[in-house]
């Protein structure tokens, strides 16, 4: 399993960024896929998930409303929608494979990428 986010960066509270992850080595499209995160000096937050044809999307309440998980299965790719950020969205997001609605220290996952949320 090898799972590569990108998208990541600094943006002012309000803002908006897309996540991307590529994935390869497993079977993609028939996959659950999930996005968590890890804030500094916090644990592991499973933030929403996405069945393998797309028909069901779930969201943790902190992001719901505000962010959109997509995936396109031509592509291995998964994405991550995020509007109006907030700083405490600052973290490092990561895409978890085999996931839906909540994830374990042993669940595969990319190196993340970082998201930070400040003016």
């Known amino acids: 399993v090898q799972l590569v986010e990108s998208g990541g960066g600094l943006v002012q509270p309000g803002g908006s960024l897309e996540l991307s992850c590529a994935a390869s080595?497993?079977?993609?499209?028939?996959?659950?896929m999930s996005w968590v995160r890890q804030a500094p000096g916090k644990g592991l937050e499973w933030v929403s998930g996405i069945t393998a044809d797309s028909r069901l999307t779930y969201y943790a309440d902190s992001v719901k409303g505000r962010f959109t998980i997509s995936r396109d299965n031509a592509l291995n790719t998964l994405y991550l929608r995020m509007n109006n950020l907030k700083p405490e969205d600052t973290a490092v997001y990561y895409c978890?494979?085999?996931?839906?609605?909540?994830?374990?220290?042993?669940?595969?996952r990319g190196q993340g990428t970082q998201v930070t949320v400040s003016s």
């Open positions: 080595g497993f079977t993609f499209s028939v996959s659950a």
């Open positions: 978890a494979a085999w996931a839906l609605r909540s994830v374990s220290a042993t669940t595969p």
